[in-house]
């Protein structure tokens, strides 16, 4: 069993920047692929990027190009820094731990392990 804890999530302007944490309270298997998702208010949980063991990313066409997801393998830690932010960005981000295929890096059920999200609220 993996924990996994999300921060960084708050209030911010439309056009800002905020970037989110999210770090595995054990040491976390090398072959998992790392995963951001959200769930804005009255829609299903869409996936936003993920990041395998060899740093390949995946990226939704709504996010290609504003946001970046990395992590850092020593610390058990993913980001997503966000840049350009919309009101429509607007939910609550999740992190996810699995071994998905790679044409299903972005689909929830691929996932073993989630946070307990934290909340990105951009203002106009």
């Known amino acids: 069993w993996v924990q996994l804890v999300e921060s960084g999530g708050r209030s911010v302007q439309s056009g800002g920047s905020l970037t989110l944490d999210c770090a595995a309270g054990?040491?976390?298997?090398?072959?998992?692929?790392w995963a951001w998702f959200r769930q804005r208010p009255g829609k299903e949980r869409e996936g936003i990027a993920a990041i395998d063991n060899d740093d390949k990313t995946t990226y939704s066409e709504f996010v290609k190009g504003r946001f970046t997801i990395s992590q850092d393998t020593a610390k058990n830690t993913v980001y997503l820094q966000m840049n350009s932010l919309k009101p429509e960005d607007t939910a609550m981000y999740y992190c996810a731990a699995g071994r998905p295929t790679y044409l299903r890096q972005l689909v929830s059920s691929a996932y073993n392990y989630w946070g307990q999200g934290t909340q990105v609220t951009v203002s106009s």
């Open positions: 054990s040491k976390i298997d090398r072959t998992y692929t």
